[in-house]
């Protein structure tokens, strides 16, 4: 029997067109835990933070190794900014504050891309991946039990933005 090519696990949405490279790497991530499930790696793989916008989709993308990248639905972002440190700090702050976080979210069964105006999280874990979607005003007005993750969230985003500019730039 030939091996079949498994199905990916991003669409497009009535909201987004994500390119084909973001639907790549973000399946490519969703994946993870299986792949270091099979090799007896144990616990937290990874997080995402996903935020709607009208029209496009930005992905945080934090790796227990300390790889952290930021995805754009549209195409391009940053890749590899984990070895800032001031980057990695920020990224390990919001990986163990997602790990606490585990009660607050649902087991994911799908992963679809947050509506516009909200932002949805999945924790990557051997043990499974979990999953919540909140609307972006609510979370950052301190009005959902995600909310400290939200804002972990943004300081990693900030860090990402400082530190992978090109030498020059202002």
Known sequence: MPHE???PLTTASAY???VDVYCGLRDQILRLPAERCAVGFS?????????????AVAS????SDGATSLYLSSGGGVIGAGHHKPVASAASAFLE???RSVNAMQPATEFP?????HTRFFLLSTEGTWTAEAVDQELGNNRQPLSPL?????????AVRRHSRPPGAG
Do not use: D, Q, S
């Not at 891309?113 to 105006?117: A, E, H, R, T, V």
């Not at 939200?150 to 900030?158: E, M, N, Q, S, W």
């Open 5 to 7: 090519k498994p199905l």
């Open 16 to 18: 987004y067109k994500p």
């Open 43 to 55: 616990g937290t793989v990874g997080a995402l933070m996903e935020t709607g916008f009208i029209g």
């Open 60 to 63: 945080l993308v934090m790796l």
């Open 97 to 99: 504050a997602a790990a």
């Open 113 to 117: 891309l947050p509506l516009p105006k």
């Open 150 to 158: 939200f804002h972990l969230g943004h300081a990693v985003i900030t």
